[in-house]
């Protein structure tokens, strides 16, 4: 410590001032109200009325609620094709726009014009589109002589339509994440790879893919947690049905809290989905950290 | 978006905040404390109009989640309310998501003063003491409660409590494209399900695969209780503790589902999804009969010779009951308001005066909840009204429990998708839905 200059002292002192509104808002917004929240859910809060604490009842009721873990299976289900169909697609198109050539800026833009509409207003359109009769996918479909399904009011098909409209709306954000890694590969290791005579797909598996390690674990993370927090598609396509199919734990929350003024209940639920998303979060670390980078 | 976690707490963050300085709230309801000498400064303007005397008209904020159309209306009768006295004056305030600001202002202060009030919601929310209760002022003014439809105003009571007056009433009756049915060789609208049934056969084409114009609409699971109301049944028991539609009342409701849509094939499930106004499947001819609300009939209109239609009562079920359910948005007086005289004076003149509640009616095409203004001709001698009138003598509120929404779309609803899509039995279906609901109903009882 001692052989921190005066200049590094003061060095540190602005740098706590620049960082201390970020921190106060960070504070106020964030910890504040996650610590609330937990406090709260061991309460019976209604907002308007009572205030009451109940111990654990809200999360015993939690374990004994099939509609919550019908809402977490079906995240799960969406999760597992939502994440690896996420990355697979967002990397082949990464893949496939990273040239400089006449023309790719334009197809890269084109790629990543879903990711800026609004979520519900693109889910709008899609309704339309997946309509049975009348909708686009389904037209088409009757060209090759297929009877499409009703997507989005079938049980079976539900649910690969939210998965469907949210790939198209992601993938475009993660292409971006991906060249940005692919950028930075050294040209140099391939070149050396195709001295000894390396394949494509080694080139692929040994360089390109441990390479974008780092890439691969930023845009999974972030796959997870949006997949386990799906509500905006969910509630305007197909509002949680049928038959439940299509409902998840954020819908439930909201349902819960807002419609209901279970705030506690819903709290609670809130701390159990944070504490799944740490969960499957951390699994995600381990499997890309066993993935050592060759170089 | 993605911070739902945060967004449950961040609720009470707001609470508290604007609890310690209620100044931030005043964005919203800048004039409820007009009262006070501070409205002085900020109310010169909006006074300016009705204010002839000593500037002291009390300053009304009415809320409500009506916009476009429905803004306007309001609109005209504030209007109309502001000039027809210099005492109070109010204005309308738009809140789109209502319920919510209103539950964080009715606990940190900056409520408003009328509110606009979705009827069902009253025995969850009075119980909480954030309603102001009526009883007082109606006997002050003596007004009588037989003048109101009896229905609406048991669905603004809780406890032998009134907690507001109705401003509209609606109930679904039957639309029927007139030139589909004469097409087909109907000559007469249906009156029981099984004319419906013959009525949607005969106005159902297919061809191939394809559905192109479906007899009758099957797409709201939520007219249930209509059905089972035909079928002789009721939703819940009488002492209204648990549900009571998993018998064979219930049954032959399903039944008649079933038959209408995998036998009859006159509907086929998601066929009006997302089909905004615009491309609305009975205004395009696409749906040949369809129940829906008197809210409806404005837009109907809209397409004028392209459009033939009728409207009857909800034909009777097997046994000649008659069913429907009455909705319908009444106005109530929060009990955080400050000016609650004022309020009623203004709930007063629009929903219990006869020619205030034909203005309403008129410009809003709604029909009041105020039944001598139905006596006019408005409403007499247009075909399209009276069988609304005639479904609304009928027709019953939901019932009053505050579990009863949740029962409805939690446990009743998924059900019946599930059925209509033959993923489960009938027998299954009322039985999961009765167990789910009984369940729900018993959770929700307790809203104090």
Not at chain 1, 245 to 268: D, E, R
Not at chain 2, 98 to 113: C, Y
Not at chain 2, 436 to 447: I, P, W
Request: hydrophobic share 45%.
């Amino acid at each position: 410590m001692s052989s921190m200059g005066k200049l590094n002292q003061h060095q540190a002192r602005m740098a706590y001032l620049f960082i201390t509104p970020t921190m106060l808002l960070f504070f106020a917004f964030t910890i504040i109200p996650v610590v609330m929240a937990l406090y709260l859910s061991f309460t019976n809060y209604d907002v308007v009325s009572r205030m009451e604490f109940v111990k654990l009842d809200n999360y015993k009721k939690l374990l004994e609620d099939d509609l919550f873990w019908t809402t977490f299976k079906n995240v799960f289900f969406y999760s597992v094709i939502f994440v690896p169909l996420n990355i697979i697609i967002s990397l082949l198109l990464a893949m496939l726009l990273n040239f400089k050539r006449f023309g790719v800026k334009l197809f890269r833009t084109l790629n990543y014009l879903p990711t800026l509409t609004s979520a519900v207003a693109a889910s709008t359109v899609w309704i339309w589109l997946l309509h049975p009769e009348f909708g686009l996918v389904n037209n088409l479909l009757s060209y090759a002589g297929i009877t499409g399904p009703a997507w989005l009011a079938q049980t079976e098909t539900a649910m690969f339509s939210i998965i469907m409209v949210t790939l198209w709306q992601s993938v475009g954000s993660n292409m971006i994440i991906y060249i940005a890694g692919l950028q930075g590969v050294p040209d140099y290791l391939y070149e050396s790879a195709k001295l000894d005579g390396a394949t494509a797909f080694a080139r692929f598996r040994y360089i390109t893919w441990p390479q974008l390690r780092p890439t691969t674990f930023l845009v999974s993370t972030m796959a997870i947690i949006g997949a386990l927090q799906l509500f905006d598609q969910a509630f305007v396509l197909t509002q949680g049905g049928p038959g439940n199919v299509t409902k998840t734990p954020v819908y439930l929350i909201y349902n819960q809290g807002f419609n209901q003024l279970k705030m506690g209940y819903a709290s609670a639920q809130a701390f159990v989905l944070a504490v799944a998303i740490l969960i499957f979060s951390f699994i995600n670390m381990r499997i890309n950290k066993s993935e050592e980078p060759i170089v | 978006m993605k911070k739902w976690i945060t967004m449950i707490a961040l609720v009470t963050v707001v609470a508290t905040a604007a609890g310690c300085a209620k100044t931030t709230t005043s964005s919203n309801g800048n004039s409820t404390e007009s009262s006070n000498a501070s409205a002085s400064n900020d109310g010169q303007t909006d006074n300016a109009s009705s204010n002839s005397g000593d500037g002291k008209a009390v300053e009304l904020t009415f809320w409500g989640d009506w916009a476009g159309d429905g803004q306007k209306q309001f609109q005209t009768m504030v209007d109309a309310f502001n000039k027809s006295q210099d005492k109070i004056h109010v204005k309308y305030v738009l809140q789109q998501d209502l319920i919510t600001k209103f539950l964080t202002a009715a606990t940190s202060g900056g409520a408003p003063d009328v509110l606009l009030w979705d009827r069902w919601r009253t025995p969850l929310y009075a119980p909480k003491n954030v309603l102001h209760p009526i009883d007082d002022f109606m006997a002050k003014d003596g007004l009588n409660k037989d003048d109101f439809y009896g229905e609406a105003l048991k669905e603004l009571s809780n406890s032998d409590k009134l907690y507001g007056l109705p401003l509209t009433v609606d109930a679904r009756a039957l639309f029927y494209n007139k030139k589909l049915l004469a097409d087909a060789g109907v000559t007469q609208p249906p009156t029981t399900w099984d004319e419906l049934e013959q009525a949607a056969i005969k106005t159902t084409k297919w061809n191939g695969s394809k559905l192109e114009v479906a007899g009758f609409s099957l797409a709201d699971n939520g007219l249930f209780n209509m059905y089972l109301q035909q079928a002789g049944g009721s939703m819940l028991t009488d002492d209204g503790k648990k549900t009571n539609f998993n018998n064979e009342k219930g049954l032959s409701v399903l039944e008649f589902w079933d038959r209408m849509l995998n036998q009859d094939k006159v509907y086929k499930v998601g066929f009006e999804q997302g089909l905004g106004e615009g491309t609305d499947a009975f205004a395009t001819g696409k749906v040949a009969m369809t129940y829906n609300g008197p809210w409806m009939l404005s837009t109907y209109k809209k397409y004028g010779k392209d459009l033939d239609f009728g409207v009857v009562p909800p034909p009777a079920g097997p046994n000649g009951d008659k069913g429907g359910v009455m909705g319908g948005f009444g106005l109530v007086i929060p009990e955080a308001s400050k000016n609650q005289e004022a309020a009623w004076e203004f709930i007063k003149w629009w929903t219990a005066n006869k020619d205030n509640a034909l203005l309403w009616a008129k410009t809003s095409l709604n029909i009041p909840g105020y039944k001598p203004a139905l006596d006019d001709p408005f409403f007499k001698e247009d075909p399209l009204w009276q069988p609304f009138l005639d479904t609304l003598e009928f027709a019953k509120t939901r019932p009053a429990h505050p579990g009863y929404s949740v029962m409805e779309t939690e446990a009743l609803i998924p059900n019946l998708q599930l059925y209509q899509q033959k993923k489960q039995n009938a027998e299954d279906t009322l039985k999961k839905a009765q167990q789910r609901g009984d369940q729900q109903l018993a959770d929700n009882e307790d809203v104090k």
